[in-house]
């Protein structure tokens, strides 16, 4: 075996830049021939979707909106502090505290 070498590499494979490399490798990967593509539509999704199991059970709804209050209120502080300059995502979070705390009401 030639010194440089490696064990199981095909010989000439370490010489190609790896560019050449990688497309060998790539071509070698793919399929000779394409399957045709069927001339029947994809079925139809046969429910609607089911409403989310957070919506669906209220303690759990209401365990994720006391966490997300949490956090805005941990960003106000940073944001009080200096520590963040609030970028327009978190402005938006901040302005939306008041909706948590009116779903909050509503579901204690």
Known sequence: ?????????????????????RRRRKKKD????????????????????APSPAAADPAKRLKNLHKKLRLVAELE???ARGEVEPSAEQVDKIARKQQLLDEIAQLE
């Not at 075996?1 to 490399?21: C, F, I, N, T």
């Not at 000779?32 to 079925?43: K, L, M």
């Open 1 to 21: 075996a030639p010194a440089g070498a490696v064990p199981g590499m095909p010989p000439g494979a370490a010489e190609a830049p790896k560019s050449q490399r």
């Open 30 to 49: 793919e399929p000779e021939e394409e399957p045709e593509p069927s001339a029947e539509p994809p079925p139809a999704d046969p429910a609607p979707a």
């Open 77 to 79: 502080e940073r944001v």
